[in-house]
């Protein structure tokens, strides 16, 4: 079996893990009537047709039978489809060979596209992404995969976050290396977020050793957090909507009062994220953001860290009552009260989510110190 590749799976770590281990043998190549250029929604390659292109590749002949489901495991769910075609090789041959072509109709950018820059900017987070899925599995779902694709993505986007922060240390442990490791117990489960069972070990505080500690940490994605705020007016924009967590627990009243917030998506600075938050959940255009703080939601057994931001906005009278996006299934009620009574719904317990609490107060220590119009500047997002 062969198949003749252009784009990512050009890169040999990310076929590798794709494709599993075989015999394979990588042969120069060229496909005429197609040219490779940049996807025109996102960093990969995208394959077009045309008359004199000729799109430069790899024919990886020898593939094992399950090579070959794996990697149309990998192309399959996006609409890509194993054609047969003739390339030319670097002898000046023919070759009959197969190729996955996009759905018809697939948008053209007419951007070029190189492996070399792709592969600077974006195969870490690619392997992170793919090493999540088990693409030999007999019982894989392709909608499935497309569905949780962006979820995923935003997943180890997280992970190469994570990598270059936190590790101020002037009180808490400063761990060196082997302090500790982590060792999957059986595989994660879930869609949206999933479940990862883990064996911990890790130095104790006496130097002696914790060892395979069982733990089971729930693995989401970095979240923007955004509290809109008009120093002018001394208003406030809350968000009302359903939580399943409340509702799971037994709470009379599963409907929660919070700030903006959303996933960070891959390729998103936390502060792009905080301000197209707003703009979908809020209707609302922010003039500038400061930063609140970043921590951890409940280290305990969750991966998930939120960025908190003050956004500067007007809200005047008659702002919209309703927010967030239909595809998305957001059912959103807007809220715009004086800072004041804000702070009141902390003392009446109206306010239930922790991040609210956090970032309400945050405000009142900041609008203590100097009053509500000295929060008037912006401060550049990262």
């Not at 500690?213 to 955004?226: F, K, M, S, T, Y």
């Amino acid at each position: 079996m062969s198949i003749f590749l252009y784009g990512t799976l050009l890169y040999r770590p990310l076929f590798a893990l794709i494709a599993g281990s075989g015999q394979e043998r990588a042969i120069r190549a060229q496909l005429g009537g197609y040219r490779v250029e940049a996807a025109p929604d996102g960093p990969w390659p995208a394959i077009v047709a045309a008359p004199d292109g000729q799109a430069e590749g790899l024919v990886m002949e020898g593939l094992s039978l399950a090579q070959e489901r794996r990697l149309d495991a990998y192309e399959r769910p996006f609409g890509y489809e194993r054609v047969p075609v003739t390339v030319t090789g670097a002898d000046g041959q023919p070759r009959a060979t197969s190729v996955y072509l996009p759905p018809a109709g697939q948008a053209a950018s007419g951007r070029r596209w190189s492996l070399d820059a792709w592969a600077e900017a974006h195969a870490e987070e690619t392997l992170l992404a793919a090493g999540e899925v088990d693409w030999g599995a007999a019982d894989f779902d392709d909608a499935d995969l497309r569905r949780q694709w962006p979820v995923i993505r935003a997943r180890a986007a997280t992970q190469l976050r994570a990598r270059t922060e936190g590790g101020a240390a002037r009180l808490r442990h400063a761990p060196l290396p082997g302090d500790w490791t982590l060792r999957a117990a059986a595989p994660m489960s879930g869609g949206f977020f999933r479940l990862a069972p883990t064996l911990v070990t890790h130095r104790r505080f006496d130097g002696g050793w914790h060892r395979d500690l069982p733990r089971e940490v729930l693995v989401g994605a970095d979240a923007a957090l955004v509290l809109p705020y008009d120093p002018a007016r001394d208003r406030v924009l809350l968000v009302e909507q359903f939580r399943a967590g409340p509702a799971r627990r037994g709470d009379p009243n599963p409907w929660t009062l919070e700030p903006v917030a959303g996933m960070i998506d891959a390729g998103e600075s936390p502060g792009d994220a905080a301000r197209r938050e707003t703009e979908e959940e809020a209707g609302l255009t922010l003039r500038g953001l400061r930063p609140m703080f970043s921590a951890y939601a409940s280290p305990g057994n969750a991966t998930d860290r939120f960025y908190a931001w003050l956004g500067l906005a007007d809200l005047p009278d008659g702002h919209a009552a309703h927010g967030g996006l239909a595809h998305e299934a957001e059912d959103i009620r807007l809220h715009v009260l004086p800072f004041d009574r804000a702070m009141a719904l902390l003392d009446s317990g109206e306010v239930t989510a922790v991040p609210l609490v956090a970032m309400l107060l945050w405000l009142a220590r900041e609008r203590a110190v100097a009053g509500p119009r000295a929060l008037e500047s912006p401060r550049t997002a990262p």
